[in-house]
């Protein structure tokens, strides 16, 4: 449903009418451990494989021989001891990132001994766990005669010694490569409608806002992406429904947006006010110091009364500035489109009647959507399922 990493039921609908180029992956939007925290990373974006082993210098063959075969296959290593940063959120950027983006992840599942007590290593299994969360392909390892924990001894585990080690290492890697590259195609498939349309919106003259975009808080944890058409002057908010089950959510985050955009505006007019109330009194204090146009150096005004009038000028300079960036704002949120992406053959008329009677107070906004690859924006026709041919 959102837009990285909805499933597409209609990329042979639009397939059959022209196709789309091929993408790399999709995104996971949303940190694990902080809900607040975006993430980012886009799956299975590297080719590499994510290794997760306890720190213990007996392993050190083990690893050399993995990194060995990885590398002559074209798979870079990333071990996870070896992945310290520090000074920087370790977990996010060098472990949990590294296995998101990984093609697939290798698992050694030994235990730390400490006086003839067998201990397993918390942090192996907790990225293994993080692992089988993301669906990777997984190599489990755990050398001969140690045990699994409990809920994890259905798992089929490679019960490795110095014999076999070399042999299932290379049966393992195959087979992961060879799994990895057969998911490669419903990966792409996942991003080209994607890729497809903001490629149209962006050639049709609508910019695609990011993070730094005044409104990016507005459609912040929504379905909507945010976009802008300068020449027309208009901003565009823009969801995908995939199938029936998404359109309550679409609702809902109708809603929250039309709430934000709103609080936003009476913000802009607020703000508007307390600087246009700033700027008569800033006014008013030039007219009695009787000084229209206070100059970086005005001749037979002492020093000090020179660097005043600067700091004087410089602050009447902002806050005109801020009163004309403002009302650029404001004038550029007197139309909104709000328009929905909906598969093929969806049933959606109580949909969009439910829409329109959402937007019924507020003027300017305006409902559109596109079942047939056509969306009317404004004077504007983003026709995104053109034949590439």
């Known amino acids: 449903m959102s837009w990285q990493l909805g499933r597409y039921p209609y990329h042979q609908y639009y397939l059959e009418r022209g196709g789309f180029p091929s993408s790399s992956g999709m995104v996971n939007e949303q940190c ?26 007996k392993l050190e063959t083990v690893l050399a021989l993995m990194s060995e075969k990885l590398t002559k296959l074209g798979i870079e290593p990333i071990i996870a001891i070896k992945e310290r940063a520090y000074g920087q959120d370790i977990f996010c950027t060098k472990i949990c990132g590294k296995i998101i983006e990984s093609r697939f992840c290798i698992v050694i599942l030994d235990d730390t001994v400490k006086k003839s007590v067998f201990i397993p290593n918390p942090n192996v299994y907790y990225e293994y766990g993080l692992m089988t969360s993301l669906r990777k392909h997984i190599i489990p390892l755990q050398k001969e005669k140690l045990k699994l924990a409990f809920n994890i001894q259905s798992h089929d585990t490679i019960k490795y010694n110095h ?25 792409a498939r996942g991003d080209q409608l994607e890729r497809a349309i903001l490629r149209k919106m962006e050639l049709a003259g609508f910019a695609e806002k990011g993070d730094r975009w005044f409104l990016s808080d507005v459609i912040a944890d929504t379905i909507f992406k945010g976009f802008g058409h300068e020449a027309n002057g208009y901003f565009a908010y823009i969801g995908k429904i995939d199938n029936q089950n998404d359109i309550q959510t679409c609702l809902d985050d109708l809603d929250i947006v039309i709430y934000r955009t709103e609080h936003k505006i009476n913000n802009l007019k607020a703000e508007l006010d307390a600087n246009k109330k700033q700027r008569d009194l800033f006014r008013k204090k030039q007219s ?25 000028s410089r602050g009447l300079r902002e806050i005109d500035d801020k009163i004309t960036e403002t009302i650029d704002r404001i004038n550029l949120m007197e139309v909104f489109y709000i328009g929905f992406i909906v598969t ?18 507020y003027p300017r906004y305006r409902i559109v959507y596109t079942q047939d690859g056509r969306i009317q924006l404004g004077d504007v026709c983003v026709n995104y399922i053109e034949s590439h041919s």
Do not use: W
């Open 344 to 361: 093929p053959d969806l049933a959606i008329t109580k949909f969009m009647d439910l829409a329109n009677k959402k937007i019924e107070p």
């Open 288 to 312: 009695k110091i009787g000084i229209d146009d206070l100059p970086g150096v005005a001749v037979g005004i002492p020093a000090s009364e020179r660097i005043e009038y600067q700091r004087f």
């Open 32 to 57: 694990f451990i902080r809900k607040e925290h975006k993430c980012g990373k886009m799956l299975g974006a590297s080719k590499s494989c994510f290794i997760a082993c306890p720190s213990d210098s």
């Open 163 to 187: 014999v076999n080690i070399n042999a299932e290492l290379e049966r393992g890697i195959r087979e992961a490569i060879k799994f990895s590259e057969a998911r490669e195609p419903e990966k």
